[in-house]
T-cell receptor
Framework: AQSVTQLGSHVSVSEGALVLLRCNYSSSVPPYLFWYVQYPNQGLQLLLKYTSAATLVKGINGFEAEFKKSETSFHLTKPSAHMSDAAEYFCAVSGGYQKVTFGIGTKLQVIP | DADVTQTPRNRITKTGKRIMLECSQTKGHDRMYWYRQDPGLGLRLIYYSFDVKDINKGEISDGYSVSRQAQAKFSLSLESAIPNQTALYFC???????????????FGPGTRLTVL
């Protein structure tokens, strides 16, 4: 069985501030972990993906995430928020032959 | 042009009607998926297909059926729509880089379905 928990369905940050979106996972096999972003009226697109090659994963638009096995976490960060980062962010887990399980999503609001 | 397209983009229908949502892709991917998105529930998998002859149920397939007409086309049908099927529906594709479901998925723009 596998699952992801995204802490905080809504997060607000000021423009230029650190973005931190939290994701904890549960998996009985070595996990693949994903962060997807959904901009308004669009489908999801991949931000970054962990495949066990490196624990710190860099993605598009300045985002990165660190895989911490001891904490079963895969939090998404960006040093400085931009207005264009306002979107909904989904953490997801897969592994072995298990289907992808998505979290409930975190809506990021960027305040000017 | 978009790699994954969905038609219609918006649809309002009545309880009991049959509805078909269509998905086409030009990415050349073998794998295709249908999800529904509900506020507070994230995305849930309805059906998936790893190739034209392979159709599999996801976690919430009851009340839905699918057809894989070709590598590029994957349709979702609601045989008799009910109000709790009101949701945002997404089609996605992936190109298998490994086994299982660990591939990056590419999503269409979504279909907003309202069942009255």
């Amino acid at each position: 069985a596998q699952s992801v928990t995204q802490l905080g369905s809504h997060v607000s940050v000021s423009e230029g501030a650190l973005v931190l979106l939290r994701c904890n996972y549960s998996s009985s096999v070595p996990p693949y972990l994903f962060w997807y972003v959904q901009y308004p009226n669009q489908g999801l697109q991949l931000l970054l993906k962990y495949t066990s090659a490196a624990t710190l994963v860099k993605g598009i638009n300045g985002f990165e995430a660190e895989f911490k096995k001891s904490e079963t976490s895969f939090h998404l960060t960006k040093p400085s928020a931009h207005m264009s980062d306002a979107a909904e962010y989904f953490c997801a887990v897969s592994g072995g032959y298990q289907k992808v399980t998505f979290g409930i999503g975190t809506k990021l609001q960027v305040i000017p | 042009d978009a790699d994954v397209t969905q038609t219609p983009r918006n649809r309002i229908t009545k309880t009991g009607k049959r509805i078909m949502l269509e998905c086409s892709q030009t990415k050349g991917h073998d794998r295709m998926y249908w999800y529904r998105q509900d506020p507070g529930l994230g995305l849930r998998l309805i059906y998936y297909s790893f190739d034209v002859k392979d159709i599999n149920k996801g976690e919430i397939s009851d009340g839905y059926s699918v057809s894989r007409q070709a590598q590029a086309k994957f349709s979702l049908s609601l045989e008799s729509a009910i109000p709790n099927q009101t949701a945002l529906y997404f089609c996605a594709t992936s190109d298998p880089s490994g086994g299982g479901h660990t591939d990056t998925q590419y999503f269409g723009p979504g279909t907003r379905l309202t069942v009255l």
